[in-house]
């Protein structure tokens, strides 16, 4: 599958999915819990000490530069590197219910002119997980925080 990695290594799985449209996305949580099976089937006593779900795109929001859109985050003028373009934001939670440690960063992108860095991770401390319903939660928290500093996501 084009844009599909999925490694073993000794200390832990990658799976990765990039240039992902919606449709292919959502075969993405299967291809989670078959990799997951797998190891457990075949490796006596096997376990995650983690998992690392992150999300990440670099984009341009319609009509607005990256500039317009970070100004409206709180920032620090530092004198010695004159104006600034717009601060970034790296924003750190938990959601102890879900045993979640979540971190949102918001920058200027290095690869769009004038577009904007998202990528938003979360960390879980638990073994097995529901790979469907984390990244669909994962997704709509994801959606929910851009929406607060204004920032509506659409994958399309």
């Known amino acids: 599958?084009?844009?599909?990695l999925?490694?073993?290594k000794f200390d832990r799985v990658e799976?990765?999915?990039?240039n992902a449209t919606d449709e292919e996305l959502?075969?993405?949580p299967t291809l989670l819990s078959?990799?997951?099976?797998?190891?457990r089937e075949d490796?006596?006593?096997?376990?995650?000490?983690s998992h690392l779900f992150t999300y990440l795109m670099h984009a341009r929001i319609p009509d607005f530069t990256s500039r317009e859109v970070l100004s409206q985050l709180p920032s620090v003028y530092i004198n010695p590197l004159r104006v600034s373009r717009g601060c970034g934001l790296i924003y750190r939670s938990d959601l102890a219910e879900k045993h979640w440690e979540l971190q949102l960063t918001l920058d200027h992108s290095l690869l769009v002119t004038?577009?904007?860095?998202?990528?938003?991770s979360?960390?879980?401390k638990i073994d097995h997980q529901d790979y469907p319903i984390v990244l669909k939660e994962g997704r709509a928290l994801l959606e929910e925080s851009l929406a607060t500093v204004g920032i509506e996501f659409n994958a399309a």
């Open 34 to 39: 078959s990799g997951d099976h797998w190891l």
């Open 26 to 28: 959502v075969t993405f």
């Open 1 to 4: 599958i084009p844009g599909l």
């Open 6 to 8: 999925y490694r073993f």
């Open 43 to 49: 490796i006596a006593g096997f376990s995650f000490s």
């Open 15 to 18: 799976c990765t999915r990039t």
């Open 114 to 120: 004038d577009g904007i860095f998202v990528q938003f």
């Open 122 to 124: 979360i960390l879980s």
